[in-house]
């Protein structure tokens, strides 16, 4: 009969392949750094504390969002506004043709566009919606795992003490749980790295001169909690901003976002690496080949798979070369 410990490694390997197959990642993180949210929030040993701060955290996350969004939609039409005309005179200068002369022709542009790919743009709501109620379900698997993590949930009571179903439960839960512990690792490693990331454009908004710093800087710290793409996105919206003082800011702005989009390449892979113990080439093979299968979700999650896999390794006692214990 199969053991329960070898149909645990099974299971394990079979949910990473339908996570990959089905474009879980999302939700997969969502619960992971769910629980690692309210892991941290667990104080004075009251679980019920934790969840209620947890509910409150995602509210004021959520307001924040929303007034965040709301601002956007008043604020990017005035930077376009003010950015559009120092674009056009560089084109210009360059002899670079653009397809919009002012702001009104750059909405007909992508109006056109967007009617263009109407089609597309359909599939990514219904994706985008998708992938919303599945981020709600993961919340919801979080706290309920939270509040009672065991599998089995007679134990006590089989008549059988040793029967199959309880030990492989059991097993199945010391698989993840050392899969947390992997994840928690990554996410100290890119707190550091955010934290880097932050410093550096803090220094760079303030040398600059760039308008809404505490807005950039702030933005700057919550994208660095994704590798690499995170900080493709904060100093995206650095180069617009700067491109409303003049394209001189705007190209080095541009410079700065080549420059840190690389040493987050290097960042992740040194101190991802240290923290899991791997060489700095292997981590970023994991980074490159996660974004290429899973995007953005996947280069969150290479890195943790790699670090759990070589943990279950370590575990494994070899006696003769090549046969396992």
Known sequence: MISPTRISYWFILATFLLVGALHLGTPLLAALFSYFLLERLRWMKSKWLAILLF???????SFALAGFTAQAVVALPAVAEKAIPSIIDYAKAHGIELPFTDWESLKAVLVETATDQAQYVGRFATGATRELVFVIIAIVVAVTLFVRPEIDLDRDRHPLRNNLYSLTAEAIASRFRLFYASFTTVMGAQLVI?????????????????PNAVVIVGVTFLCGLLPVVGNLISNTIIVAVAFTLSPRTALLALVFLVVIHKLEYFLNGKIVGDRIRNPVWLTLLALVLGEGLMGIPGMVLAPVVLSYVKKEALKIEVKEAGVPE
């Open 194 to 210: 955010s934290t880097i990331n932050t410093a550096l454009t803090t220094v760079f908004v303030l040398a600059i001169g760039l």
């Open 55 to 61: 509910v409150l955290l995602l509210l004021a996350g």
